[in-house]
């Protein structure tokens, strides 16, 4: 178990690496990826069901303890990145399916990784945590919203369609993780330790599985909607930090703000796209959880030399 323990805490460590290297390899020989397609929704389901084995009660007192803070994040996380998708959409005058792919990972919640990031950069690790599982709760029924609001002049858009599946591989799978975590405590313990591995696997089996199912497309298209995730991702940290400084957070607060509104459920947002929409609209996340675990570790890496002489917990979960 041990031995196990180590190797899921190297994967975790070195994700971005191996996400890079398998998304490359379902580029290069997608037929060996593309058996994948069908299980996107059970791997995602993996990734939420082991959020609930983390999650606990105390995650969401700071709703109640610190409601302003948790409030501008989480306002943050859910208009700050819709509104950049549009307006990217809008003036990029992207192609009617990339701009659905790319509003759709914005107006999906935070992912778990924010949380790990957070705390490498020094910042408000409750904070996060709190933000990530409320912003994960309320998704359901904002997420299928936001995405009629903003995406519907491209595409013709059912929100209940949508709203039916984020609870079938978000609210139900984190639901069950709770269960299992109440009932039996001391083997769900013990499982959170090897949850990174599982988590990248997961996550790594979806990246591939897009991948390889729009090979065609992203060798057409792939470095524009690059430079289109990137921007989108950067804008989000940057417009983050002064959204919080503009509400007079500290430092580790606006730091934690940050990096949660700018880091999303990329898995969610393909999952949504190959159900729904099409396998060019689920490009933009594929590529979206390749890179903000790049450029999250980046930045949690600068943030960290912004010391502001406060420790943190270590976090709970380290990939989404």
Same mark, same amino acid.
């Given at each position: 178990?041990?031995?196990?323990?180590?190797?899921?805490?190297?994967?975790?460590?070195?994700?971005?690496?191996?996400? +890079?290297?398998?998304?490359?390899?379902?580029?290069?020989?997608?037929?060996?990826?593309?058996?994948?397609?069908?299980?996107?929704?059970?791997?995602?389901? %993996?990734?939420?069901? /082991?959020?609930?084995?983390?999650?606990?009660?105390?995650?969401?007192?700071?709703?109640?303890?610190?409601?302003?803070?948790?409030?501008?994040?989480?306002?943050?996380?859910?208009?700050?990145?819709?509104?950049?998708?549009?307006?990217?959409?809008?003036?990029?005058?992207?192609?009617?399916?990339?701009?659905?792919?790319? %509003? #759709?990972?914005?107006?999906?919640?935070?992912?778990?990784?924010? &949380?790990?990031?957070?705390?490498?950069?020094?910042?408000?690790?409750?904070?996060?945590?709190?933000?990530?599982?409320?912003?994960?709760?309320?998704?359901?029924?904002?997420?299928?919203?936001?995405?009629?609001?903003?995406?519907?002049?491209? %595409?013709? %858009?059912?929100?209940?369609?949508?709203?039916?599946?984020?609870?079938?591989?978000?609210?139900?799978?984190?639901?069950?993780?709770?269960?299992?975590?109440?009932?039996?405590?001391?083997?769900?313990?013990?499982?959170?330790?090897?949850?990174?591995?599982?988590?990248?696997?997961?996550?790594? /089996? +979806?990246? /591939?599985?897009?991948?390889? &199912?729009?090979?065609?497309?992203?060798?057409?298209?792939?470095?524009?909607?690059?430079?289109?995730?990137?921007?989108? &991702?950067?804008?989000?940290?940057?417009?983050?930090?002064?959204?919080?400084? #503009?509400?007079?957070?500290?430092?580790?607060?606006?730091?934690?703000?940050?990096?949660? +509104?700018?880091?999303?459920?990329? /898995?969610?947002?393909?999952?949504?796209?190959?159900?729904?929409?099409?396998?060019?609209?689920?490009?933009?996340?594929? +590529?979206?959880?390749?890179?903000?675990?790049?450029?999250?570790?980046?930045?949690?890496?600068?943030?960290?030399?912004?010391? &502001?002489?406060?420790?943190?917990?270590?976090?709970?979960?380290?990939?989404?």
């Amino acid at each position: 178990m041990k031995s196990l323990e180590r190797f899921s805490q190297f994967v975790g460590s070195t994700f971005a690496f191996w996400v +890079i290297l398998f998304a490359v390899a379902a580029f290069l020989l997608p037929s060996g990826f593309t058996w994948i397609v069908p299980y996107i929704t059970p791997l995602l389901g %993996i990734i939420m069901f /082991g959020m609930g084995l983390t999650l606990s009660a105390n995650d969401f007192k700071g709703v109640v303890k610190r409601p302003f803070e948790v409030f501008a994040v989480v306002a943050g996380q859910f208009l700050i990145m819709p509104l950049l998708a549009f307006a990217l959409a809008k003036g990029l005058q992207l192609p009617p399916e990339v701009a659905v792919g790319v %509003i #759709l990972v914005g107006c999906c919640p935070g992912g778990t990784s924010s &949380n790990v990031m957070t705390f490498l950069a020094k910042g408000d690790v409750a904070l996060s945590v709190t933000a990530t599982a409320v912003t994960t709760v309320l998704a359901p029924i904002v997420t299928p919203a936001l995405i009629l609001l903003f995406a519907s002049q491209w %595409i013709e %858009i059912s929100p209940v369609s949508l709203f039916v599946s984020i609870v079938k591989v978000v609210i139900i799978p984190i639901a069950l993780g709770l269960l299992v975590k109440r009932f039996f405590n001391r083997q769900a313990t013990a499982s959170v330790k090897v949850l990174p591995l599982v988590s990248a696997v997961a996550i790594i /089996g +979806i990246v /591939g599985a897009v991948v390889s &199912n729009s090979q065609q497309q992203i060798a057409q298209t792939g470095l524009a909607i690059f430079g289109v995730v990137v921007l989108h &991702n950067v804008l989000g940290y940057l417009i983050g930090f002064g959204f919080a400084k #503009l509400l007079r957070m500290d430092l580790p607060k606006s730091k934690t703000a940050s990096i949660e +509104i700018g880091m999303q459920n990329s /898995g969610l947002g393909a999952q949504l796209a190959t159900a729904h929409f099409s396998p060019l609209a689920a490009v933009p996340s594929a +590529i979206f959880s390749v890179w903000h675990n790049i450029s999250g570790s980046i930045l949690a890496n600068i943030y960290a030399k912004m010391d &502001n002489g406060k420790k943190e917990e270590a976090p709970k979960q380290q990939i989404s």
